[in-house]
């Protein structure tokens, strides 16, 4: 069972007694002169001292208990100490994906009233420095970045921490701040609210997700009662820790247990990273897991005969013997080739975690029958944000396993998944309205439809917002539609749409830019540029084609009878996707509403 902690402040001075002089968080960088980049780490001794020197210099701004300070940074120690400094100083922490727009960034800045924005970069500074002067609550902008600021907005981190107090320095001691944090903790309650989590806003505005220590502490809680964490174990974090999954599951969860966090530089150093660090848990999004098996796939494809004849054999094995391990067909295909393959994951993954969208049960089942386990969950910021999870001894694949120990789950007459627990939010910040809509009788409403099976495992089957009643008087799932349809290899991104207004089902499709050029050339199709491929009546012919085979466990009324191909994917520079790859749906239906409603104005 997990330590029971009454505020975050005691979490943290435990998680620092607990590392001691062992490393706590590792990152890769090059030093001034160095040839190449090495792990770095930072000692549970050294957060401490850290955070407490922060923590103390930033009393200087006069930041009163219970306003709000910004962090807008990606994965990297200092975010860590910001957000424990504020903690010890009962400062409302607000995180903000570094992806957002300058519009975007201002307005939770403003929303939150934040008056300390701490940004990881020069560009993220002068971004923010761009609106200072409309933003009236903001007192200062914290650079992790060294680079000098030509503006007294903005303070560099080792300035403040080495340069405006140094007597601080010489006058530390762990006493001095094994009291300082000790005074912090018990002046601090389980209800004090601890951060606000801006939703990524796929449907409008960010809402400002208010969640107390006891909601965090909770969900930390049922997480690790759930799943074994253990000190030896290593985390590889590339999820940004503004994802409420990220933060508490690969930041707030290790650090309960004493295990190793490496963040990794990005998603395109993971598969290099992996190696190197050789973790035993990781935290990924589907998306991930989609990119590794058609790599996987891919290699394969271009080995020579003999060798890609075994592999595709042991795959065929790995399949059918993927629930009987002991079997001596899958020992021998895994001693052939599936040892290779998990060693490009470092060789050490206990389990893989998956959550933040829909995980195919083929995807699932693929990386099991090679020996690699993903557990499958279930959450939303609203919930801290974990609901549900498989688990090591009761796994079911295409399901969201059993509600984590602690958390009530139930289904609603109309199928919408309902639940409540300490990890469940107090409210939307200053939007009492969307509260009222969102927490009925205690119980959280989720917008998801489900269903519970007679094991107990959870099923997310829909959106409620993507459930449509056609003008035929059809019921129609865009979600299943559009699930169906991302199993071809040849599509990657697909949004479909439909209204009580339109009767038939019409989608934009972003195909797989390797796969169309490959099938241009089989069917001897001449092109210059992706545009022309993407118009050409051969290459949609060939799409539309695809698009019957997968559309086939889909009732007529389902099926997508008009469609388009994108010659430039949905991404979250341009806005279509939110920094949890989730597709906006209004934003991509307004931006290409021509296209649209061309579908339904053709005779």
């Known amino acids: 069972m997990s330590t029971v902690y009454t505020n975050m402040t005691e979490f943290f001075t435990d998680a620092c007694q607990r590392y001691g002089s062992d490393g706590a968080i590792y990152w890769k960088e090059k030093a001034p002169g160095a040839a190449a980049e090495t792990y ?30 910004a962090i807008i940074s990606e994965s990297r120690f200092e975010w860590v100490i910001s957000d424990f400094a504020c903690v010890s100083k009962q400062i409302v922490t607000v995180p903000v994906y570094p992806t957002m727009t300058a519009e975007q960034i201002k307005y939770i800045l403003e929303h939150s009233g934040s008056r300390l924005c701490f940004v990881s970069t020069k560009l993220m500074a002068d971004k923010v420095n761009a609106v200072f002067d409309e933003l009236p609550l903001l007192k200062k902008i914290i650079s992790f970045n060294k680079t000098e600021h030509n503006t007294d907005n ?48 796929t449907t409008g505005t960010p809402k400002g997700v208010c969640l107390s220590h006891l909601n965090i502490l909770a969900n930390v809680k049922q997480c690790t009662d759930s799943f074994p964490v253990l000190p030896e174990d290593i985390f590889l974090s590339f999820l940004p820790l503004a994802h409420t999954y990220e933060r508490t599951g690969g930041y707030y969860v290790p650090l309960s247990k004493g295990a190793k966090i490496y963040y990794a530089k990005n998603i395109d150093t993971l598969a290099a990273q992996m190696a190197e660090v050789k973790p035993t848990i990781l935290l990924a999004v589907p998306i991930l897991f989609n990119r590794m098996k058609d790599r996987v796939l891919k290699n394969i494809s271009q080995m020579p005969f003999l060798k890609r004849t075994i592999a595709l054999r042991a795959l065929k094995i790995g ?89 009530e789950v139930k289904i609603a007459e109309d199928g919408e998944i309902l639940t409540r627990g300490e990890n469940v939010m107090s409210g939307y910040y200053k939007n009492e309205k969307e509260t009222a809509g969102m927490i009925i009788d205690g119980w959280l409403h989720t917008g998801d439809i489900g269903e519970i099976d007679r094991d107990g495992f959870l099923k997310i089957t829909d959106r409620k917002k993507t459930l449509i009643k056609t003008s035929a008087g059809k019921y129609i799932s865009l979600t299943h539609i559009e699930e169906n349809l991302e199993r071809s290899e040849y599509i990657d991104q697909v949004i479909s749409f439909a209204s009580d207004e339109k009767h038939f089902v019409t989608a934009l499709i972003v195909p797989n830019e390797e796969k169309i050029k490959e099938i241009a050339a089989k069917l001897h199709v001449k092109y210059d540029t992706l545009s022309e491929l993407t118009h050409s009546d051969v290459i949609m012919n060939f799409y539309e084609s695809e698009i019957d085979v997968f559309q086939k466990p889909l009732s007529k009324h389902e099926r997508v009878r008009k469609f388009t191909l994108l010659d430039k994917p949905f991404t979250i520079e341009s806005g279509e996707m939110t920094p949890t790859l989730k597709l906006k749906r209004k934003v991509i239906e307004n931006r290409y509403k021509e296209i649209i409603e061309g579908f339904y104005n053709k005779k």
């Open 319 to 407: 399949a059918k013997f993927r629930e009987s391990k002991g079997n001596p067909l899958w020992k021998l295909a895994d001693r052939k080739v599936f040892q290779t393959i998990r060693e490009r994951t470092g060789g050490k993954i206990k389990f893989f975690i998956s959550g933040g969208s829909a995980l195919s049960k083929e995807t699932a089942e693929f990386f099991d029958s090679v020996g690699l386990l993903i557990l499958q969950g279930y959450g939303m910021t609203e919930a801290s944000p974990v609901i549900s999870v498989n688990r090591l001894d009761k796994n079911k694949f295409g399901t969201v396993g059993p509600p984590l120990e602690g958390v």
């Open 40 to 69: 770095k780490h930072i000692t549970g001794s050294k957060l401490k001292e850290l955070t407490y020197l922060l923590a103390r210099s930033i009393e200087n701004y006069g930041i009163n208990p219970g306003e709000c300070a």
């Open 154 to 201: 903005i303070i560099s981190f080792d300035e403040l921490i080495y340069g405006e107090l140094l007597e601080l320095q010489e006058a530390y001691s762990d006493k001095l701040a094994d009291d300082f944090f000790a005074v912090s903790a018990a002046g601090q309650n389980p209800s004090d609210l601890l951060t606000i989590i801006y939703t990524s806003g």
